[in-house]
């Protein structure tokens, strides 16, 4: 566990995602969407590989399995480090239920660029609702 959780006098949530390309078969609007990213990106690389990474690192593409997180309630001197797996809502469900009332810092590595937008695009492309509105905070 860094130092960063065992010195705080806060609590702190830190957490990772790893996506993969969308398993079900695209929708026509999703194809298209995605052949006009592909003749603008990663022109070196072959065409199942270019379609590979840019459907794992879009969320109109792709999709969570895994949701890694370390949580620390300071007044407590309490952590819990789990990894969440199964199907995507159920990620999601499982991961709003758990910092629903989680007031403290969030620490991620590129969360701003790739994680937060990903969990709250996926969160609403299943009809689930954020729980935390400090999810997103850059303070």
Request: with cysteine.
């Amino acid at each position: 566990m860094p130092d960063l959780l065992y010195h705080s006098s806060m609590n702190v949530f830190v957490f990772d995602i790893e996506t993969i390309p969308q398993r079900a078969p695209l929708s026509e609007i999703q194809e298209e969407e995605l052949s006009k990213r592909m003749s603008r990106s990663y022109q070196d690389m072959d065409e199942n590989e270019r379609r590979r990474l840019i459907m794992g690192t879009t969320p109109a593409f792709g999709e969570i399995v895994c949701i890694s997180y370390a949580k620390y309630t300071s007044k407590t001197n309490t952590e819990e480090i789990d990894s969440i797996i199964g199907e995507e809502p159920d990620i999601l469900q499982i991961f709003w239920n758990k910092i629903s009332s989680f007031n403290g810092r969030f620490v991620h590595y590129n969360g701003l660029s790739f994680d937060v937008p990903w969990i709250l695009l996926r969160t609403i492309h299943h009809g689930l609702k954020p729980l935390n509105k400090e999810f997103s905070n850059t303070r």
